[in-house]
């Protein structure tokens, strides 16, 4: 088991993931869709992704390499 983690959850203008493997990060929404360019986390490195401009509501977050995926939900609340 890996462990990825993503925080903060609910998050308002940045999610920060950190994996102990270099690996591909995408967001979806619940249908699928990207919402977000894949990016690069290096291992043991918090990547900052930005979601200040997404729509409220429930994302999935895939984390994924070679070796592993982890997929966990993320809730985006950008009410200020």
Known sequence: NVNVQ???????NVINVL???RAIVELTDLAGRAVMISTMVNANQKQEINVENLANG???LKVYNENFVSTQRVVVDNNK
């Open 6 to 12: 993503v925080y903060p959850n609910p998050a308002t």
């Open 19 to 21: 994996a102990p493997e």
């Open 58 to 60: 429930m994302y999935m």
